[in-house]
């Protein structure tokens, strides 16, 4: 009962709005508020006395910052993204060892996949998708993080913004608390600042912006480590923090982006944090404080680059393409690969090069990057070469020393280089090369054998799927004027089944170099003298890029028909 009568009479004081400082000097409620809550005893029955004083005298023991995580439990916690998140093993292994430094016990996993957006991260029949569920049924989470691709803020905000709430909403039921992982700019002379005319800053205050967007639409926290990122690289200009490819953290990189992360998840100054990792302490030193600022000291957004989220949505498209006989092959075929046959000599002296059609000649000789006159785009059309395209626009040879993408596609080399990059114009046409407003295909793709063959397969070898064909169509023709479709070739990547890598291609003819990905379809045996590939979706990591190809080599398996 005295303990009642003293928890009562303190809270009297309370209410009466006065508390004592060391100091002698006073306080008002409204400031005490922010540090302990009050406790409302007046409906406490007289039974529960000793509980109501124990919730008194704890609020008196309470940390000075609430916004600093408790120490005293587990934190379950799980990053969602793509490369930009497990590069160096981020999560597993750079956040976790400064968790644990700060004296935090954590339990933290991933599922990411490289260049992966989060709108399908929320899609339960994604592969991210399905192991974020299988996390989220396996065990309670306290925080998950997530990592938007690179280019989509800035580029196709109406695609993030949408993903960020439908997997808020996932996150939410599940009891978690969401934190958004902002990333940074391209490192200056990255080809992607180029093509939009960004520089790294530019591309920094973008992405942060839409993080800064729907963050406050939808009252998530954001770990701006793309403005520590900017603040280290404009201002220590010896720490290197990007991956030689200007774009992906180095190991120094992502320690900032745990840093940042951390602080913003925990409430606690970085530079209090003993772990340096394998850094020297002065590194350190910067990279922690560069986190704190952008924490606890977030540069305003310049207005400019200011936007608002709200009541812009993404809507799924449709493409037309019916994929549902698709048979996507998961080893390479035994039969010849014959796309690939001796033919005249290249640069190097190699005498491989692609199918000759019936000119006797690979491809059109054509090229330019800037764009194509209509005497060029009908030469690179013309089907008698062993391959053509109807639809380019303009191309951009990755080669060194070799300047004609197009017969990139079959010239029997798909290793590390000599790859085909095309953009498409910006017509639409029919599966016969015409103009045609009502048809899908943006680019039409023709193989000409020189004589009937057999099909076994067809399918393309590339650096990854993302930057080969997203949705297309393949067809055959014996004359090269009627076409028939092979529903078993037909695929579409973007919104319908997933494709898959066959494996490893056989050596090339060039220097027995392998690719990292074959995709091969299944064209059961039908025959013709002609493939025609009726492409809807170019390379599909971003729909920015849906007007291009960034393939190195068009594969066929089959034989001639005597």
């Not at 006395?49 to 023991?61: F, G, L, R």
């Not at 997530?146 to 996150?171: H, M, W």
């Not at 005319?197 to 998530?220: D, K, R």
């Not at 000759?356 to 005497?375: F, I, M, N, Q």
């Amino acid at each position: 009962m005295k303990k009642l009568t003293a928890a009562l009479l303190l809270l009297s004081m309370l209410l009466a709005g006065v508390a004592c400082t060391g100091e002698g000097e006073t306080t008002t409620l409204a400031d005490e508020t922010t540090k302990a809550p009050v406790v409302d005893v007046t409906e406490a029955p007289a039974t529960e006395s000793a509980e109501t004083t124990a919730v008194i005298e704890d609020t008196t023991a309470a940390p000075a910052d609430e916004n600093v995580l408790d120490k005293s439990k587990t934190y379950n916690i799980l990053f969602v993204g793509n490369s930009y998140t497990h590069y160096n093993d981020m999560p597993e292994q750079i956040f976790a060892k400064i968790i644990k430094a700060a004296g935090y016990k954590a339990n933290v996993v991933r599922a990411t996949k490289g260049s992966h957006y989060l709108i399908d991260a929320a899609k339960s029949d994604d592969e991210v998708g399905a192991k974020v569920e299988s996390y989220f049924a396996a065990r309670n989470y306290d925080f998950v993080i997530l990592q938007e691709q690179s280019t989509c803020p800035a580029l196709l905000p109406d695609k993030f913004y949408t993903g960020v709430r439908n997997l808020t909403a996932k996150i939410k039921a599940e009891g978690a608390t969401p934190i958004l992982y902002g990333t940074w700019g391209r490192k200056t002379g990255h080809s992607v600042l180029t093509e939009h005319g960004w520089t790294n800053e530019s591309m920094t205050w973008l992405i942060s912006a839409a993080y800064e967007a729907i963050g406050a639409e939808l009252g998530i926290d954001v770990a701006y480590a793309g403005l520590a990122f900017y603040d280290v690289f404009t201002n220590n200009k010896n720490i290197e923090i990007y991956n030689e490819d200007k774009t992906h953290p180095n190991a120094t990189g992502s320690y900032l982006a745990a840093m940042t992360i951390f602080a913003k998840m925990t409430g606690i100054d970085p530079t209090t944090v003993d772990y340096n990792a394998n850094l020297t302490d002065d590194t350190a030193s910067i990279l922690k404080e560069a986190a704190r600022k952008a924490v606890f000291e977030t540069p305003a957004i310049p207005e400019k680059y200011k936007t608002s989220s709200v009541g812009v949505e993404y809507v799924e498209k449709t493409y037309g393409v019916d994929a549902s006989a698709m048979k996507n092959l998961t080893s390479i075929p035994k039969s010849e690969l014959i796309s690939v046959l001796k033919g005249g000599t290249y640069p190097n002296g190699k005498s491989f090069s692609g199918i000759l059609g019936t000119k006797g000649a690979v491809a059109s000789l054509e090229y330019s990057t800037t764009g194509l006159t209509d005497a060029q785009k009908a030469d690179i059309a013309d089907i008698g070469y062993g391959v053509s395209v109807i639809g380019i626009e303009k191309m951009d040879s990755a080669s060194k020393g070799y300047a004609t993408a197009i017969e990139n596609l079959v010239n029997g080399h798909w290793g590390s280089s000599f790859m085909a990059c095309f953009q498409f114009d910006d017509k639409t046409y029919n599966i016969k090369g015409e103009v045609d407003a009502n048809s899908n295909y943006s680019c039409l793709i023709t193989l000409n054998f020189g004589s009937k063959h057999k099909f076994d397969a067809f399918g393309f070898s590339s650096g990854s799927l993302e930057g080969f064909p997203g949705v297309a169509e393949v067809f055959v023709s014996d004359d090269g004027v009627n076409w028939t479709r092979v529903p078993s070739a037909c695929w579409d990547n973007v919104t319908g089944t997933k494709l898959v890598n066959a494996g490893t291609t056989p050596g090339d003819p060039w220097n027995s170099n392998t690719s990292k990905v074959t995709c091969l379809f299944d064209m059961e045996g039908v025959s013709g003298q002609y493939i025609r590939v009726g492409i809807v979706v170019g390379r599909n990591d971003a729909e920015n890029k849906y007007n291009t190809i960034n393939t190195r080599e068009i594969l066929v398996y089959g034989e001639k028909v005597n």
